[in-house]
């Protein structure tokens, strides 16, 4: 198969802007239930994203990104990721990011009720992948 | 007729009030440069949601899911979204009207107020305010939206409200702001929206249908506030710059005719008084 067949139409939108729109090989997430990695022609999914790295390999180069929030519709030629909160590494305030990650440790050492640990769990991995992404 | 003074007096009152309809007329212009940035952005992600959604649904075959059938309950939650402020022409009255002339009756409607406008008309003819989020309708934020979302479809899970609509004012460009009732959930779209290709496969799902429709939905539906909020914001501003922009050539027109009023009545003046210093001068000689 020639080499430009293999790419797919890969969209990344968050509520204040387009993220991403381009041709991709692949894109891998972390969805709900662990990592995944999209090719093309893959079968009609929904899935639900979870806070982690985004990773868009195109047709030369790779590119990452923090992906917090969202769901992603996979269609065999086409994938559109809906996030709430997308960031390129540039982008990510390396010390707000350790400072958020401080104190959700803080809370989850000291809490109190069931939806402060939630809470802060959720906060503790957004603060892992920023941070993550970032290096 | 109205005497020399009191057409300058009257003059005088309606410039000052030209000036203050041009300053606001102003302020609404940049204030409206930015909404409308904002509500370009945002966009993209709204229209994308719709049609992901659509598509989605039409994908699934039927589905039994509490959010895609409708209620219990008789009564229907409507968002209203309009604004904290007056002096925007027909913007809030427009908002109103939908809902009043939508053909639900009144007892059935739970309002939920984004904007004190349009709460005070609903509350004065006799309308349930269930919650007030006037305050949001400044800066609008994902975050805002996401919780009266909660507050929303909170009660419509606890079977408290068996549909949802939302009335807003769609910005169509600067001139033209389309007021549109939408209804939310259950959620419903038209077949012949969708091409052949679109329902041709079937969706998957993961980790499992009702779980992942748990979750989107309320993307959903916060996605839809957020955007009528800010395309409201866009629309308020676009519709006092129109009101202001006629009430400052209202009152030029005001004041060329009192100019006109005023000349007249300065020559008339003059010439009385002309006639009565000859008519004076004749009787002298």
Redesign the interface.
């Known amino acids: 198969m020639a080499e430009g067949n293999n790419l797919f139409q890969l ?1 990344i ?6 993220f991403y729109r381009g041709e991709a090989r692949m894109v891998e997430f972390t ?3 662990g990592r995944i990695g999209v090719l093309k022609h893959h ?6 994203v979870a806070p982690g790295i985004l990773t868009i390999q195109e047709a030369r180069g790779e590119r990452q990104a923090a992906l917090h929030a ?2 992603a ?1 996979i ?2 030629e086409k994938v ?1 990721i ?1 996030a ?1 909160v997308a960031e390129w590494p540039e982008e990510i305030d390396e010390e707000r990011a350790r400072a958020a990650l401080e104190r959700a440790e803080d809370r989850l050492k000291n809490h109190r009720t069931e939806i402060d640990v939630a809470r802060a769990e959720i906060a503790l991995k957004k603060a892992l992948v920023r941070l993550d992404v970032r290096k | 007729m109205a005497s020399l003074r009191d057409i300058k007096q009257r003059k005088g009152s309606i410039q000052s009030t030209q000036q203050i309809t041009k300053a606001m007329k102003l302020v609404s212009t940049v204030k409206l440069q930015k909404a409308r940035v904002h509500a370009e952005k945002v966009q993209p992600y709204f229209d994308y949601m719709y049609r992901t959604v659509t598509s989605m649904l039409a994908r699934s075959g039927n589905l039994d899911h509490p959010y895609l059938r409708a209620g219990s309950s008789r009564k229907k939650a409507v968002v209203v979204i309009s604004s904290n402020r007056g002096l925007a022409g027909g913007y809030n009255m427009n908002v109103v009207r939908l809902l009043t002339e939508s053909g639900i009756p009144k007892e059935d409607v739970k309002v939920y107020a984004l904007g004190r406008k349009a709460r005070e008309i609903l509350e004065r003819k006799g309308y349930e305010i269930a919650a007030d989020y006037s305050g949001v309708v400044e800066s609008p934020a994902y975050g805002d939206a996401s919780a009266i979302c909660r507050d929303v479809l909170g009660a419509f899970t606890g079977g408290e409200i068996g549909e949802i609509y939302l009335a807003y004012t769609h910005f169509k460009n600067t001139v033209s702001h389309i007021p549109t009732l939408m209804k939310l959930l259950p959620v419903e779209f038209q077949a012949a929206e969708l091409s052949e290709a679109d329902t041709g496969t079937l969706m998957n799902y993961e980790p499992n249908q009702e779980q992942a429709l748990n979750m989107i939905i309320p993307k959903y539906v916060t996605s839809l506030f957020y955007g009528a909020l800010v395309e409201a914001v866009a629309s308020e501003n676009g519709a006092r710059m129109q009101a202001m922009d006629s009430a400052t050539s209202n009152a030029d027109d005001m004041i060329d005719d009192l100019t006109l009023q005023y000349n007249r009545a300065r020559q008339g003046n003059i010439t009385q008084e002309l006639t009565e210093i000859i008519a004076g001068a004749e009787a002298l000689s």
């Open positions: 969209e939108i968050t509520p204040d802007r387009v969805a709900q239930d079968i009609p999914l929904t899935t639900v969202g769901f519709e269609l065999p559109t809906l709430e």
